[in-house]
């Protein structure tokens, strides 16, 4: 049975079963790949996904372990071509179920990579307004060496698809962005950019279009003045969105085939924060709109310990490598208390499968993250 006989018939299965379109359309070229996995081992991410997914497909409220297409990755893989998607999946799987399983590959799923640590904005729910971070002379404010950034990409090229450019700091803000971008294009199928979108000027606009970056989120949490301004704490909204609008503009008339995702995303911080307004006015100008919870990580280190006991995903989940090299295991330990690694003087496999990461994880495996600053002021799991 050739590729597309096996598209056909999964298509024609599914939509016997009513799944939406967009579902079917999208699960039926997942299963058309189905032909390919003779030749796949049977541990392999891909193999697993493609298990679990035949499983949720057939028992759709099974559990959490198994892996499921949520809303925002079927758009995500709905985006990519046909030979794309088995690296895609075989990423999400690991991004999406090994956290659970607690299971560590080669590399981790995701790294996140700190252009710049230095920000324009002093939001009341970031770690910027802890002068423990932003004081220049503790050494943790400057921007990424553009030979460490290509340097670091090279490594990740081929053993990592999730690249997110963005931390403690303001991505925009590095002089070297364009350039890095442009050294990412093609090597991965989840790159992202966080940024407030201040800083982004017509220039950067076709620099990132001009790429294949898979996802750009802007960072804003109200429509209207005066509470973006109250949470954005040096923002200005008026230029924010003409940034933005003028983004979309450029979008769509110079690159209507461009197959990348915008999405503008705030932090539910209060309960003023209105959902359906922000729904309302950021959908004329991008694809996506979402609050994501608030975590009080702009005052960890200064919380009272709780009584927290199950793991943190994150520990087998991503990594993160500061503008100086320095790595952490995750953004809420901002001071980088929890790890001494640095790039390049070991590399990420090393690091993701050395002594530092692999005590975090048996600390908190066996319920003892009360042992570990900031782990044991954290709520995240």
């Known amino acids: 049975m050739t590729l597309n006989q096996t598209y056909d018939k999964s298509n024609s299965i599914l939509q016997m079963h009513g799944l939406s379109h967009q579902y079917t359309e999208v699960l039926s070229r997942i299963l058309a790949i189905d032909y390919a996995k003779h030749i796949i081992s049977n541990n392999d991410p891909l193999y697993l996904a493609l298990e679990d ?146 800083l982004l000027t017509e220039v950067l606009s076709h620099a990132i279009l001009s790429s294949d970056l898979q996802t750009l989120v802007f960072s804003a949490d109200a429509a209207a003045d005066p509470l973006y301004s109250k949470l954005r704490v040096g923002g200005n909204l008026d230029r924010v969105v003409g940034n933005i609008k003028r983004f979309y503009e450029i979008k769509t008339a110079h690159y209507p085939n461009s197959r990348l995702i915008t999405r503008v995303s705030g932090v539910h911080f209060q309960e003023d924060q209105d959902m359906n307004e922000m729904v309302e006015f950021w959908s004329q100008y991008v694809d996506q709109v979402a609050f994501v919870d608030y975590n009080p990580w702009d005052n960890v280190y200064d919380a009272k310990e709780n009584s927290l006991l199950a793991p943190c995903s994150d520990l087998w989940r991503r990594l993160f490598v500061w503008w100086d090299g320095r790595i952490g295991p995750c953004d809420v330990d901002y001071l980088t208390t929890l790890s001494n690694e640095l790039y390049p003087d070991i590399s990420i496999s090393n690091v993701w499968n050395g002594d530092t990461f692999t005590n975090l994880r048996t600390k908190h495996l066996n319920n003892q993250r009360q042992d570990l600053n900031p782990c044991s002021r954290c709520v995240l799991v």
């Open 53 to 198: 997914l035949k499983v949720s497909q057939a028992i759709p409220n099974s559990k959490e372990s198994i892996f499921k297409l949520r809303p925002h990755v079927l758009e995500e893989i709905s985006r990519l071509f046909d030979y794309e998607i088995p690296r895609y999946l075989r990423y999400r799987y690991t991004y999406d179920v090994y956290p659970g399983m607690k299971r560590v590959g080669n590399y981790p799923p995701l790294v996140q990579i700190e252009p710049s640590s230095i920000c324009n904005y002093r939001c009341i729910f970031c770690y910027q307004t802890d002068e423990r971070l932003t004081t220049k002379k503790n050494g943790h404010m400057g921007f990424m060496d553009i030979n460490l950034f290509k340097n670091l990409i090279d490594q990740l090229e081929g053993n990592v698809e999730a690249v997110t450019l963005a931390s403690r700091g303001e991505p925009l803000m590095n002089k070297f962005l364009p350039e890095m971008i442009a050294h990412m294009d093609g090597k991965f199928l989840a790159a992202k950019i966080n940024t407030n979108a201040s």
